[in-house]
């Protein structure tokens, strides 16, 4: 196993035929900052242009895979700059989503931990994903007062049907490692103990197939999701920024993160 640094946030090891991305803010619960969404894109597109890598694992340093955007540098802002900054932050992770999706490579999400909002999209933006046992997943979006970003409203209703979508978008649903299988959002649950050892198992299973077959196999079945993506995500990030200068999301946004608004 080699290690390389794209960015402090975002730790990349390799061995042959495997690249991984390990968020990298565990003091943080890997929340997805500017430098994050942009080291992971970079290290997504070198690993692309290597034609001896066909996996690319996305996972998380710590007890968290990703918290979601970062809303301590939201809280950071005053009102009236919030949405300029969320906008940017809501881009950038579009992009991550957009190069998940066109990418030739089998993209695996190891959810070490939890995945929320922005996390949760990029658990649903993967092609196969293994759950721990202690892990659990949310949209998250709307106790902040805030719509989908990361292409969840776009995905989730694909995934699960638009009653479940509204279930997790809107009512704060919870669900665990073995409820995001139940719901085909995941492929597998194993035991924390052991998560490690089993993503090893599942990338070196891959590696092992047919692998010229998957950038063609993944752009067949990714083809009718791909169409409108591009546009909606624009959607998600002009309702995102936007909503995050409403006076309630700001007092929730603050109130999170222990700041008197106002």
């Known amino acids: 196993m080699t290690f390389t640094n794209t960015s402090s946030a975002v730790r990349v090891e390799r061995r042959p035929g495997v690249v991984?991305?390990?968020?990298?803010?565990?003091?943080?619960?890997?929340?997805?900052?500017l430098d994050m969404a942009r080291g992971v894109l970079a290290a997504l597109r070198d690993a692309e242009s290597d034609p001896d890598v066909h996996v690319l694992t996305l996972t998380g340093e710590g007890r968290f895979f990703c918290a979601g955007g970062d809303v301590t540098s939201m809280a950071s802002y005053e009102p009236a700059d919030r949405p300029a900054f969320l906008r940017s932050l809501a881009d950038a992770a579009h992009d991550v989503a957009l190069a998940m999706m066109r990418s030739r490579l089998l993209i695996l999400a190891g959810v070490n931990g939890t995945a929320a909002g922005a996390g949760f999209g990029l658990v649903l933006n993967s092609d196969w994903v293994l759950v721990s046992d202690r892990s659990s997943m949310l949209a998250a979006y709307s106790s902040m007062g805030l719509s989908p970003d990361t292409g969840v409203a776009y995905l989730l209703p694909r995934a699960v049907g638009h009653q479940r979508?509204?279930?997790?978008?809107?009512?704060?649903r919870i669900l665990s490692g073995a409820d995001a299988v139940d719901w085909a959002i995941a492929n597998e649950v194993t035991e924390a103990a052991s998560f490690g050892q089993r993503l090893t198992e599942v990338e070196d299973r891959f590696l092992g197939g047919a692998v010229q077959t998957y950038g063609p196999t993944k752009r067949l079945l990714r083809a009718a999701a791909l169409n409108g993506y591009e546009e909606h995500l624009r959607h998600e990030s002009a309702s995102i920024a936007e909503l995050s200068g409403h006076p309630d999301t700001v007092q929730r946004v603050d109130r999170f993160v222990g700041k008197k608004s106002g």
């Open 20 to 33: 991984r991305l390990i968020l990298n803010r565990p003091a943080d619960g890997n929340a997805l900052t």
């Open 165 to 172: 979508a509204i279930d997790l978008a809107l009512n704060g």
